[in-house]
C-alpha cells in the first residue's frame, strides 16, 4: 500500500461562503513529493473548485508563497516528507485579502512596490554599451537581488498590519536595492516616497521579515541602510 499524506487546508470564497472552513484531503505521498504538486493533485484528481496561485512553471518564482504548519514557506520548494507524516496544514498568506481559498489580494503589495520606482534611473545619455559594474559593486546587490517579491516579508510585518499606508519591507529592500545599484542615480526622485512615517520610519526592527523570508535576505538590514542614506541627505541640507 502506497503512503498517503494528510492535508488540512483552509478554503473560503467571499461570494459564496459566510465563514472559512478547512477541508481535509489524504492522498498518495511519493518521495520528492512538494506541497505545490499535492494541491496540484486534489485539483486534478480529487476536488476542481480548489484555488491556489503559483508562477513556477512559468519561470517566476514566489506566487507560492504560503502559511504553511505556522511557517511562511513556499509551496514549490517544501517538501511533504519533511513534515515525517504528520497532518500538513496550509493557510493563505496571513493578513492579506482572501479571494479565494489559498490566493490573496496582492494589488496592494504590489502598489507599492511599483510607488518606489523600481528600476533604474540614469540621468546621462544612454551608452554605446552596457554601463559597467565592478565585482565589488555587484556584490553589494547579491542579496537584494534575490528578493522574487512573494510577500511573506510583507504579511510578517506587524507594521503592515497596523499602517495600511506603510509601504511594507519588501518595497523598501527594493528601493535599496537601486539606490545601492552603481548605475542608478534616482535616489532623489525615491526619497521623498521613502523618508516619512509611511515609509522607512514605520520599520521597528521586528526582524519578523527576515524569519518568513524563504531566500534568507536580511530585509532589516538593507532597510537600515536606506535610513542611514536618508539621514545623510538631511545633514548635508541642515
Known sequence: ????????????????DRKPRYDVFEIPCQPGLTVLEALFYILEKVDPSIAFRYSCRGAICGSCAMYINGSYRLACGTQCSAFKGKEIVINPLPHLQVIKDLVVDMEPFFAKYQSIRPYLINHHEPLEKERLQSPEERKRLDEMID???????????????????????????????????????????????????DGLWRCHTIFNCVDACPKKINVTEAIQTSKRTALRKKLRLT
Do not use: H, Q
Open 1 to 16: 500500500m502506497a503512503d498517503t499524506i494528510r492535508l488540512k487546508i483552509f478554503r473560503f470564497d467571499p461570494e459564496t
Open 147 to 197: 528578493c522574487i517579491l512573494c510577500a511573506a516579508c510583507y504579511s510578517s510585518c506587524p507594521s503592515v498590519w497596523m499602517d495600511p499606508k506603510y509601504k511594507g519591507p519588501a518595497a523598501l529592500l527594493k528601493a535599496t536595492r537601486f539606490d545601492e545599484d552603481s548605475r542608478d542615480e534616482g535616489t532623489n526622485e525615491r526619497m521623498p516616497v521613502l523618508d516619512n512615517e
